[in-house]
C-alpha cells in the first residue's frame, strides 16, 4: 500500500513538473510526523516526508515548507504561516505523513503531542 501512495505522489508531481509555463509560484507545505508521545510512534513518515520534499524541491517548487515531528501548536501555526504562501501561488501542495483520524466525516491530522481520550 505504501509504495502505491509513493507511487501516486510521484506521478502527480512528475505531471506537475511540465507545467512551468502554466504555473508560475509552486509552493509546497510537507509535514512528517513519526515521533508520538502519547500513541504509536511511525517508523517512516518523517524518512517519506524528507523523500517527497527533496522531490518536490528537484521539479521546482520555489518554496518547499519541511517539518517533522509537530506538536499541536507547532502544527497549527506551520499550517497559518504556509497559508500566507498559497495566496499568491498557481499551486499548492501539502503533504502530511502520520497518524490522522477521521470523527464523524471529518478527517484530522494527528499532532506528535496529542492524547487521544
Known sequence: ???????????ALWGMSGADALADRRVALVIGNSAYQNAVKLANPANDAAAVANLIKSIGFE????????????????????????RDADIAVVYYAGHGIEVNGLNYLVPVDAKLE
Open 1 to 11: 500500500m505504501r509504495w502505491r501512495c509513493q507511487l501516486l505522489v510521484g506521478l
Open 63 to 86: 518554496v518547499v515548507e519541511f517539518r517533522r515531528d509537530l506538536g499541536n501548536s507547532e502544527l497549527r501555526r506551520t499550517i497559518r504561516e504556509f497559508s500566507v504562501y498559497t
